[in-house]
């Protein structure tokens, strides 16, 4: 079956230290998303890739790096820069681009649940 | 600028219950897509609707409905005779103006389901 596939389930941070959250799609969509959740703020767009070799920020980029290499990962980097970077970390993707947003929207993954330690 | 607006944070009711989740949007676009997402305890986002702006048809699937009316820029969700497993966070979402495939969601609505 296709879907997304985030990894790891639960991740834990030192103070100044980098992490790498993966996310894996096999659904042959173009766009991919990061979005941040915490709690009672609804989400958080971080970054977004409409195409390989191409991203931009969203309305939270500030400590956060992403690359598009391939159509498949879109992988999202937590910096020592992000102060607060405790949250849950929810990758998508979809098929279209605005109005042509097709079936579900976005799919999503299970997310990645980040605590700094 | 384009905004989703879901006003109540939290809901509780009693199994059996029926329950209104509501949803207001701002957009100046004349197409545009609507969505509402379950999140259950578990964190994945599952799809239940994708509403076109020009169907305003009402849908009914089941126990959930959704009532769409451009009038008023509400896309509410009703539950009928609620159950636990119905407990979640539901976000509802717009697409955005500029073509990008983005989705505007709003903050979400926790319902709480009590035996």
């Known amino acids: 079956d296709g879907g997304i596939t985030q990894s790891p389930k639960y991740l834990f941070r030192k103070e100044g230290q980098n992490v790498t959250l993966s996310c894996e799609q096999n659904?042959?969509?173009?766009?991919m998303y990061w979005y941040r959740q915490d709690p009672g703020q609804g989400l958080r767009l971080i970054y977004y890739?409409?195409?390989?070799?191409?991203?931009q920020k969203g309305d939270i980029a500030e400590g956060y790096s992403v690359s598009r290499e391939k159509k498949e990962s879109f992988p999202l980097t937590v910096t020592s820069a992000q102060k607060n970077p405790t949250a849950f970390y929810l990758c998508?993707?979809?098929?279209?681009?605005?109005?042509?947003?097709?079936?579900?929207?976005?799919?999503f993954g299970s997310g990645t649940r980040l605590t700094v330690v | 600028a384009q905004k989703v607006t879901q006003a109540q944070t939290e809901i509780s009711v009693v199994e059996k219950e029926d329950v209104t989740l509501d949803c207001v949007y701002e957009?100046?676009?004349?197409?545009?897509?609507l969505f509402w997402y379950k999140q259950p305890p578990s964190g994945e986002l599952v799809f239940l609707i994708r509403?076109?702006?020009?169907?305003?048809q009402n849908e009914i699937s089941g126990r959930y409905s959704w009532n769409f009316q451009k009038s008023t820029s509400s896309f509410n969700f009703t539950i009928t005779a609620s159950q636990v497993v119905d407990s979640a966070v539901y976000f509802c979402?717009?697409?955005?103006?500029?073509?990008?495939?983005?989705?505007?969601f709003g903050q979400g609505t926790t319902l709480q389901v009590k035996p």
């Open positions: 890739s409409q195409i390989v070799n191409d991203f």
């Open positions: 659904l042959n969509h173009d766009a």
């Open positions: 979402a717009l697409s955005e103006e500029s073509n990008t495939g983005k989705l505007i």
């Open positions: 998508a993707s979809s098929s279209g681009q605005g109005i042509n947003l097709e079936g579900h929207g976005y799919t």
């Open positions: 509403r076109n702006s020009f169907d305003e």
């Open positions: 957009t100046r676009d004349t197409t545009y897509y």
